[in-house]
């Protein structure tokens, strides 16, 4: 729908309101619960603090209590702090430009209280008593002495109480909750210094000790499995001193949602630093795999700016390519002295490095942002395809041809002769090839596996590729929508059941879908601290990873897309097909494919993947006819 601003629309100028202005100011810092959490707590941190417990109701929306035992704030100040632009942390422009703390800019609980009730709790440590002020959609409602604590104590009751519109826009719950588990893990894991306990709805989801080393920390959020594969980097140059722990290859993800970088203390997201790892790795990685990784940049504070954007999670650099370079030589420094790679001394010009100077240097200015990464920027398992050269036209050159429509299989394949003629044609034509009689597929001779992925055959008239892959994820998806359409789906009970140990991200979100879980064939139970017990897992994809399985049905829920539950489960039976099918480069005997043909023949829809992408493509004679130029 178009949607068209009439004249009558645009009004006078005018000057906002105060009330306006600060549910503004409120949406460009406050967009979800967690935005809470991460403001209140690096005002907390920045108060030298060495204890936090954040506490949470209905995911964040009834309540948010977050307390420290830090400096404290005295009356006065404690006034002070809610009106905007009130900070202790800068004090003129200049300073924005060498910031060291982790708040500044003064909007921060200004924003908090503009839509929220919220109450502040605080004493400072050389007081005999503290201050207690009570905020509803930014105006004072009272403020009294209090006996409470030494540090800060901060309540946001209803958040969003008086802007219910962006309520709207908050995803599912147990996203939301995701967002807050992973916003308190990313602090707890960098400020080891710093207790961190996390609890929801009476439940506790992190609790981390004080401690001098990040790999304690690591072990308390990722297992000691995890922390046990972790490599330390301990680095410094002209540039920078960076610290931390990079995952050894045998440790990899299916996703980034492991990799945590600082800058200066802060959380942030950059696309130099994260060129910088997959570069390191460079080789070393498997397809669609991701290294964990912990990373501590401390840089002058006057090469960067963090005031780009209101979360202050992304910055600018002055000097992407030194960034860049020091990263890289941390993670290679460590991955060699490991001995994890034996190539640390290339040639020059042909480092990913020498390729990032080079693309640094074609920007407008040193200071624009790094080059944003894609799936095809980032060098995987001993391939580099940035390196490789294009596709080239040429008079002479023969253009493969083209994946062909749903239509195009059904119309060209199957009218053919009588199976039987054909199948008995075909068992003459190539005697050493194993023939196959289908009913829906057409009669075909399985001739050979090519590079492990595709299977060639020998069909009427032509020759058949088909991908090994999504013949079986399409038998899968199909059996597991039929159970599911008759709600019987066949569980498998694990022998011995599975102790998974899951992050408080992840935990937020098993927690809050046991039910849909249970409906897909998972039986599971909590085990202690983000810890589950998995006794039961669906059938029908039979001996596939119990762990893989899981994996898959939590990275389809961990999208956080509202949608119905017919569409979320379908969506998750995809994800899980996929998962479990035979993958590309893996080995497949003939009898093994033409089992997985037969299955496929049984399906409604033999000719497509779920995901919408052919499973047979054929080249009919007249077409190799012509590619050998014996046809015009």
Same mark, same amino acid.
């Given at each position: 729908?178009?949607?068209?601003?009439?004249?009558?629309?645009?009004?006078?100028?005018?000057?906002?309101?105060? /009330?306006?202005?600060?549910?503004?100011?409120?949406?460009?810092?406050?967009?979800?619960?967690?935005?809470?959490?991460?403001?209140?707590?690096?005002?907390?941190?920045?108060?030298?603090?060495?204890?936090?417990?954040?506490?949470?109701?209905? %995911?964040?929306?009834?309540?948010?209590?977050?307390?420290?035992?830090?400096?404290?704030?005295?009356?006065?100040?404690?006034?002070?702090?809610?009106?905007?632009?009130?900070?202790?942390?800068?004090?003129?422009?200049?300073?924005?430009?060498?910031?060291?703390?982790?708040?500044?800019?003064?909007?921060?609980?200004?924003?908090?209280?503009?839509?929220?009730?919220?109450?502040?709790?605080?004493?400072?440590?050389?007081?005999?008593?503290?201050?207690?002020?009570?905020?509803?959609?930014?105006?004072?409602?009272?403020?009294?002495?209090?006996?409470?604590?030494?540090?800060?104590?901060?309540?946001?009751?209803?958040?969003?109480?008086?802007?219910?519109?962006?309520?709207?826009?908050?995803?599912?719950?147990?996203?939301?909750?995701?967002?807050?588990?992973?916003?308190? +893990?990313?602090?707890?894991?960098?400020?080891?210094?710093?207790?961190?306990?996390?609890?929801?709805?009476?439940?506790?989801?992190?609790?981390?000790?004080?401690?001098?080393?990040?790999?304690?920390?690591?072990?308390?959020?990722? #297992?000691?499995?995890?922390?046990?594969?972790?490599?330390?980097?301990?680095?410094?140059?002209?540039?920078?001193?960076?610290?931390?722990?990079?995952?050894?290859?045998?440790?990899?993800?299916?996703?980034?949602?492991?990799?945590?970088?600082?800058?200066?203390?802060? %959380?942030?997201?950059?696309?130099?630093?994260?060129?910088?790892? %997959?570069?390191?790795?460079?080789?070393?990685?498997?397809?669609?795999?991701?290294?964990?990784?912990?990373?501590?940049?401390?840089?002058?504070?006057?090469?960067?700016?963090?005031?780009?954007?209101?979360?202050?999670?992304?910055?600018?650099?002055?000097?992407?390519?030194?960034?860049?370079?020091?990263?890289?030589?941390?993670?290679?420094?460590?991955?060699?002295?490991?001995?994890?790679? +034996?190539?640390?001394?290339?040639?020059?010009?042909?480092?990913?490095?020498?390729?990032?100077?080079?693309?640094?240097?074609?920007?407008?200015?040193?200071?624009?942002?790094? !080059?944003?990464?894609?799936?095809?920027?980032?060098?995987?398992?001993?391939?580099?395809?940035?390196?490789?050269? !294009?596709?080239?036209?040429?008079?002479?050159?023969?253009?493969?041809?083209?994946?062909?429509?749903?239509?195009?299989?059904?119309?060209?394949?199957?009218?053919?002769?009588?199976? /039987?003629?054909?199948?008995?044609?075909?068992?003459?034509?190539?005697?050493?090839?194993?023939?196959?009689?289908?009913?829906?597929?057409?009669?075909?001779?399985?001739?050979?596996?090519?590079?492990?992925?595709?299977?060639?055959?020998?069909?009427?008239?032509?020759?058949?590729?088909?991908?090994?892959?999504?013949?079986?994820?399409?038998?899968?998806?199909?059996?597991?929508?039929?159970?599911?359409?008759?709600?019987?789906?066949?569980?498998?009970?694990?022998? +011995?059941?599975?102790?998974?140990?899951?992050?408080?991200?992840?935990?937020?979100?098993?927690?809050?879908?046991?039910?849909?879980?249970?409906?897909? #064939?998972?039986?599971? /139970?909590?085990?202690?601290?983000?810890?589950?017990?998995?006794?039961?897992?669906?059938?029908?994809?039979?001996?596939?990873?119990?762990?893989?399985?899981?994996?898959?049905?939590?990275?389809?829920?961990?999208?956080?897309?509202?949608?119905?539950?017919?569409?979320?489960?379908?969506?998750?039976?995809?994800?899980?097909?996929?998962?479990?099918?035979?993958?590309?480069?893996?080995?497949?005997?003939?009898?093994?494919?033409?089992?997985?043909?037969?299955?496929?023949?049984?399906?409604?829809?033999?000719?497509?993947?779920?995901?919408?992408?052919?499973?047979?493509?054929?080249?009919?004679?007249?077409?190799?006819?012509?590619?050998?130029?014996?046809?015009?």
């Amino acid at each position: 729908m178009l949607w068209i601003i009439k004249k009558s629309d645009i009004m006078a100028i005018h000057v906002l309101s105060e /009330e306006v202005i600060n549910k503004i100011a409120a949406g460009e810092v406050i967009e979800r619960p967690a935005s809470v959490i991460k403001e209140l707590m690096e005002n907390s941190i920045d108060a030298n603090s060495n204890y936090l417990e954040i506490d949470v109701k209905n %995911y964040g929306k009834d309540l948010i209590r977050v307390s420290d035992n830090g400096s404290g704030m005295a009356r006065d100040d404690a006034l002070l702090s809610v009106q905007r632009h009130a900070t202790s942390k800068i004090a003129n422009a200049d300073d924005l430009f060498s910031i060291s703390t982790l708040g500044f800019r003064g909007e921060a609980l200004a924003s908090i209280a503009a839509v929220s009730r919220t109450i502040i709790l605080t004493k400072r440590h050389d007081a005999d008593e503290g201050t207690k002020i009570e905020i509803e959609g930014g105006n004072l409602l009272s403020s009294s002495s209090i006996g409470t604590a030494k540090g800060t104590t901060i309540e946001v009751h209803n958040l969003f109480f008086n802007t219910p519109a962006r309520m709207k826009f908050l995803k599912q719950d147990s996203i939301e909750l995701k967002a807050i588990a992973d916003v308190v +893990t990313r602090y707890a894991l960098l400020y080891s210094n710093v207790a961190f306990r996390l609890t929801h709805n009476g439940h506790n989801l992190l609790s981390t000790a004080s401690t001098p080393d990040l790999i304690n920390n690591l072990s308390s959020v990722y #297992g000691k499995d995890a922390a046990r594969q972790m490599i330390k980097i301990d680095f410094q140059d002209n540039a920078a001193e960076i610290h931390g722990y990079i995952s050894k290859p045998s440790l990899l993800k299916n996703d980034r949602s492991y990799q945590s970088f600082y800058v200066n203390g802060r %959380y942030v997201k950059d696309d130099t630093i994260t060129q910088a790892l %997959y570069d390191a790795f460079h080789s070393l990685l498997f397809v669609n795999k991701h290294p964990l990784a912990l990373l501590s940049i401390k840089l002058n504070p006057d090469s960067i700016d963090v005031n780009v954007h209101p979360s202050k999670a992304i910055i600018k650099f002055s000097q992407p390519v030194k960034v860049y370079q020091s990263v890289f030589n941390a993670i290679r420094t460590a991955l060699r002295e490991n001995s994890l790679i +034996t190539d640390y001394e290339v040639r020059e010009e042909n480092t990913p490095l020498a390729k990032f100077n080079t693309m640094a240097s074609n920007q407008n200015t040193i200071e624009q942002k790094a !080059p944003a990464i894609s799936s095809m920027q980032i060098p995987f398992a001993g391939s580099n395809l940035n390196s490789m050269p !294009p596709m080239q036209d040429s008079p002479n050159s023969v253009q493969p041809s083209s994946l062909i429509t749903t239509n195009e299989i059904q119309n060209t394949l199957l009218n053919t002769k009588e199976t /039987e003629a054909v199948l008995s044609e075909l068992s003459t034509s190539s005697p050493a090839a194993e023939a196959v009689l289908l009913s829906k597929l057409p009669a075909m001779k399985i001739l050979g596996q090519i590079a492990k992925t595709y299977f060639l055959a020998e069909a009427d008239n032509g020759l058949l590729l088909i991908d090994q892959h999504v013949v079986q994820e399409r038998a899968f998806y199909e059996k597991f929508m039929e159970q599911m359409m008759h709600n019987s789906v066949a569980v498998q009970n694990l022998i +011995t059941p599975a102790v998974i140990e899951f992050t408080p991200a992840e935990y937020a979100v098993v927690s809050s879908n046991l039910e849909l879980m249970s409906s897909l #064939g998972f039986q599971i /139970e909590e085990f202690g601290l983000n810890t589950f017990i998995l006794r039961t897992v669906p059938s029908v994809f039979g001996r596939i990873q119990a762990k893989e399985l899981l994996q898959a049905l939590l990275e389809e829920l961990s999208t956080g897309e509202k949608t119905s539950i017919e569409k979320l489960k379908e969506s998750i039976i995809t994800r899980m097909a996929c998962r479990a099918s035979i993958k590309g480069g893996d080995d497949c005997s003939i009898p093994q494919f033409i089992s997985m043909l037969k299955e496929l023949d049984k399906c409604a829809m033999p000719w497509t993947c779920p995901h919408g992408r052919p499973i047979i493509i054929k080249f009919s004679r007249d077409e190799i006819e012509k590619m050998f130029r014996r046809k015009n």
